[in-house]
């Protein structure tokens, strides 16, 4: 069983600077990658950013240029790197990961998320 844990979260000012990190437990096949979501008060929850396994990654309009997806294989740890962070940043943030399940890699798991609160 998969267990993601994220930590990181916080206050902010307009601007400033977070880095969100998520320990990961557990099988996650080296075929498939993991990412950062997020959910604001009464609205859907969107994919910011996607890492996989080889590195490539990939990120919403909104945060292209400001945020920096980064994972450790080693340590089993997805980061997420935070910069000009805008109110409209203002989320719970979830560390997601994937599953290889008849030959494709499909979002399955998912941390208990972090608060983050962007402030004018």
């Known amino acids: 069983q998969v267990q993601l844990v994220e930590s990181g979260g916080g206050s902010v000012q307009a601007g400033g600077s977070l880095k969100l990190s998520c320990a990961a437990s557990?099988?996650?096949?080296?075929?498939?990658?993991m990412g950062w979501y997020r959910q604001a008060p009464g609205k859907e929850r969107e994919l910011v950013s996607s890492i996989s396994r080889d590195g490539t990654t990939a990120y919403s309009d909104s945060v292209q240029g400001r945020f920096t997806i980064s994972q450790d294989n080693a340590k089993n740890t997805l980061y997420l790197q935070m910069n000009s962070l805008k109110t409209e940043d203002t989320a719970v943030y979830y560390c997601a990961a994937e599953e290889f399940v008849n030959e494709w890699c499909g979002w399955a798991y998912w941390g208990q998320g972090t608060q983050v609160t962007v402030s004018s």
């Open positions: 557990g099988y996650i096949s080296s075929r498939c990658g």
